[in-house]
């Protein structure tokens, strides 16, 4: 397993929470850009993200092989109103979720990292190359955060 990724998992609801703390009021529902998240609508998506790539995870163990379900992110974010909902809850639901999430990998037998699953459209995933890749999505989104506490006046 990569040394680092148990101990920068860990980092990534510290690092939101705190750039959180830095937005104004009038911050938390502007999009960074065209088609991106607001940080309000960030904390949704990185809440609700982390149980599927648990249980994606979870998947490759349990049943080696089998394909997993793709999700239209943007949908997604509609469908579960992320512009509605609470940034506090979904930042204690991420950490939290994170929690479960590190608690199961630090569980795993070292064979057991390279598990995979097929994604329909990214072909085969090991359960490595997801965690790996939870690292890149905190870091997409901790981007994110950062361009809006920068632009605070």
């Not at 101990?7 to 937005?23: E, K, S, Y």
């Not at 990185?46 to 994606?56: G, K, T, V």
């Not at 995870?57 to 949908?75: F, H, K, L, N």
Request: hydrophobic content about 35%; overall charge negative; proline content about 7%.
């Amino acid at each position: 397993m990569n040394p680092y990724l148990t101990n920068v998992l860990d980092v990534g609801p510290r690092v939101t929470a705190r750039l959180c703390r830095r937005l104004a009021t009038d911050q938390w529902d502007t999009p960074t850009g065209p088609g991106r998240f607001s940080p309000r609508e960030v904390l949704a998506h990185l809440a609700d993200w982390e149980p599927i790539f648990l249980a994606r995870m979870r998947q490759a163990v349990e049943e080696p092989g089998s394909v997993i379900e793709p999700y239209d992110e943007g949908q997604r974010a509609i469908d579960n109103d992320y512009a509605g909902q609470d940034p506090d809850s979904n930042l204690a639901a991420f950490g939290r979720s994170r929690g479960e999430t590190l608690a199961w990998l630090k569980g795993l037998e070292p064979a057991q990292m390279e598990s995979h699953v097929a994604h329909p459209e990214r072909g085969s995933m090991t359960v490595a190359d997801m965690a790996n890749m939870l690292l890149g999505h905190d870091l997409y989104h901790l981007d994110q955060l950062s361009e809006v506490v920068e632009t605070r006046g």
